[in-house]
């Protein structure tokens, strides 16, 4: 006969909330659950291709994240684990310390299971991870395996880092929650650099009252990451979840890109409008022309001139290990001047001050996390246009799951607003998310597995 806590090990494709709720009901249940995460995990990844490595022990910890097992992309150090960073230089290397984030995860008991699959440094040349709607297109990048683990139902909780848009579009691209939080608000201490001026760190789940709990629980600052700013802390009520902001104050930001938009994209966007109007919320066209005309050719130079600082060295040292797609933004970044960083970073502060100002009147901002439906092949991540302008100032983003495209795959919306209002921020999204209504479920790969 089964023991209880058979019977109640969790489905896949459960929330953290909803796990921590039924772990606290049966302790059993929760080292059940991280045994049957891994040996699904162990059953899809030939397919899949989410992981570079995976646990030993899934056995569950105490505290208030003990049985979650939770996904970490591999340019954030574990030291038990290998940390490629998604390059052939860092094959074998394991870390001598944790990251910050990732020693903060084990203090609250979580399960660390294993390490996900990045584009090369979290640049732009992709690893083997496939979409999980299908195999034929791409997660998304750089946060691939991140994203790609969560939908498919491994793990309920999953790192990622977003520089220009890793976080929000592979979560729009495999149909979960992303959340990129203020710039600072998680130390980066023990995450490999790309742009120290833009990297964020993430999360990937399946609802957002998962992603707030991670926040409440993992925002801080460390003193080896200067840039890290403490933001008005929060609680939250496991029993209950996130209190959603009632018929919120919607700006509707299409930028003049909208255009490029797929048309079921464009479909989606706007029968979510329509949905959350219905819903009692306040939706009105927004522009935001400077923040527009400025952020792509900025966000650009920040990176690429900062990026070419860190890896000029490397590139010389190992040049049969670093892929072309690096050597050729480095040398890009080689031809922007002094003036032209200084220029963009200018840019960056004006606009980061210049956004709560602009957002007068409105709780948050309703915008696209992407322009369609993941594209087809493995060679590229997707562009990131819509994604930069809210990473260039810095603020709170949420990827939410919308609808599906033309050829099955995930479309989303993005709920966004200014620098360090994110419990606003994920207050509105939750409460999209209820009037919206719409669970994508698990993709076809979660639904073969025995």
């Not at 058979?6 to 494709?13: F, M, S």
Request: proline letters at 8%; hydrophobic letters at 45%; glycine letters at 8%.
């Amino acid at each position: 006969m089964s023991r209880p806590s058979e019977l109640q090990t969790p489905k896949a494709g459960a929330g953290v909330l909803e796990l921590l709720r039924q772990f606290a009901a049966d302790p059993a249940a929760a080292s059940a659950y991280g045994e049957d995460c891994l040996k699904r995990t162990q059953r899809i990844e030939p397919q899949l291709k989410a992981f570079e490595y995976l646990p030993r022990d899934v056995t569950a910890k105490t505290g208030p994240l003990g049985g979650i097992p939770v996904a970490i992309k591999d340019i954030i150090a574990t030291s038990d684990m290998p940390t490629t960073n998604g390059s052939a230089i860092y094959r074998d290397h394991v870390p001598a310390a944790d990251a910050w984030v990732v020693a903060r995860l084990r203090d609250l008991g979580a399960t660390i299971f294993g390490k996900t699959v990045s584009t090369e440094f979290a640049w732009r040349h992709p690893g083997p991870t496939v979409n999980p709607w299908n195999p034929a297109h791409t997660p998304g990048g750089s946060s691939s395996g991140s994203a790609a683990a969560v939908a498919a139902g491994l793990v309920p909780l999953a790192l990622g880092t977003q520089t220009l848009g890793s976080v929000i579009r592979p979560a729009a691209f495999n149909g979960v929650v992303g959340f990129k939080p203020s710039f600072g608000a998680i130390p980066r201490t023990g995450v490999h650099p790309l742009s120290p001026s833009l990297d964020h760190i993430g999360f990937f789940a399946r609802r957002v009252d998962d992603v707030a709990l991670a926040l409440s629980l993992l925002a801080g600052v460390s003193a080896d990451d200067v840039h890290g700013r403490p933001l008005p802390a929060f609680t939250l009520d496991v029993a209950h979840g996130l209190a959603p902001l009632a018929k919120p104050r919607l700006a509707v930001v299409r930028f003049a890109k909208w255009e490029r938009a797929e048309a079921e994209q464009k479909a989606a966007f706007e029968a979510t409008i329509d949905k959350l109007r219905a819903a009692g919320a306040v939706v009105d066209d927004a522009e935001l022309k400077e923040l527009d005309a400025a952020n792509w050719d900025a966000i650009n130079t920040i990176m690429l001139s900062e990026a070419t600082t860190i890896f000029s060295d490397l590139i010389a040292r190992y040049p049969d290990r670093v892929s072309d797609v690096m050597k050729t933004h480095v040398e890009s970044g080689r031809a922007k001047t002094a003036m032209d960083y200084l220029a963009a970073k200018a840019a960056q502060s004006a606009r980061q001050k210049a956004l709560a100002a602009e957002l007068d009147g409105y709780d948050a901002v309703l915008t696209l996390p992407a322009f369609g439906e993941a594209p087809r092949g493995l060679h590229w991540t997707g562009d990131a246009e819509y994604c930069a302008p809210w990473t260039f100032v810095r603020a709170p983003a949420v990827a939410l799951p919308a609808g599906f495209g033309k050829n099955g795959l995930p479309l989303g919306v993005q709920v966004t607003g200014s620098y360090r209002n994110d419990l606003q921020v994920l207050r509105v999204a939750k409460w999209v998310e209820t009037a919206l209504g719409f669970d994508p479920g698990l993709p076809p790969i979660a639904q073969q597995a025995p």
